[in-house]
């Protein structure tokens, strides 16, 4: 007799199951933990499972971030489009990631400092503006440069360097924390009060972008 297809409560069971045994093999061991073969044991399932479910072992470990990234992303945009003035809406937002990994250590480890085992495929790289908080970024630049209030260049590539600059003082002392720097807000605090004067039209002795 053929087996029954398996109801929908049934997959999402199955899918929390792989998602439950993923995030925690990469708690406990770090990302050289986590393969296919690994969580299919932990899951009780076979490997074939995995893929069924998420169709490769990068779908699943994306998964395990998406969905509370997608509601980041909808009340980043919701506090971007209450602020007119682009300077000001440019510091909300990068003082509002700071904000994140604050107060959401961990989703912020696996979504925004996870590294990619070399059992995992590389991604295709996509345009910048396609990162809904990136997007933010770049249309904030944008309207500030429409309006000259921020200093000219490529918006994208000044959009990259805000976010790059801010995420380091996040990253920088989880990575190397053998290093004496100082306090994540502190760093950060500081950071985005160099970047917002580099950004401004008024700051033309910066390095040309």
């Known amino acids: 007799m053929p087996r029954k297809p398996a109801t929908d409560d049934q997959r999402q069971a199955a899918r929390r199951t792989l998602q439950k045994a993923a995030a925690g093999l990469y708690a406990e061991a770090g990302a050289a933990a986590v393969s296919a073969r690994a969580i299919a044991q932990r899951a009780g399932v076979s490997v074939g499972t995995l893929y069924a479910h998420f169709g490769s072992l990068q779908g699943l470990m994306q998964s395990l971030w998406m969905e509370p990234v997608e509601v980041i992303n909808a009340e980043l945009a919701q506090l971007a489009a209450g602020i007119d003035d682009p300077i000001e809406r440019l510091r909300s937002l990068l003082n509002a990631y700071v904000e994140v990994a604050l107060t959401r250590p961990e989703l912020f480890r696996g979504a925004f400092l996870f590294v990619r085992p070399e059992t995992l495929p590389k ?16 249309a904030a630049i944008r309207e500030g440069q429409a309006s000259g209030v921020v200093r000219e260049g490529d918006a994208a590539e000044l959009a990259q360097m805000a976010w790059a600059g801010v995420h380091g003082c996040l990253a920088l002392p989880i990575n190397f924390d053998r290093l004496a720097f100082a306090e994540p807000p502190r ?5 985005i009060e160099m970047l917002i004067a580099d950004l ?3 700051s033309t002795d910066g390095p040309a972008v």
């Open 187 to 191: 760093l950060a605090a500081r950071m």
């Open 123 to 138: 991604p295709e790289r996509r345009p910048l503006e396609e990162t809904p908080f990136a997007a933010l970024l770049v």
């Open 200 to 202: 401004a039209a008024a």
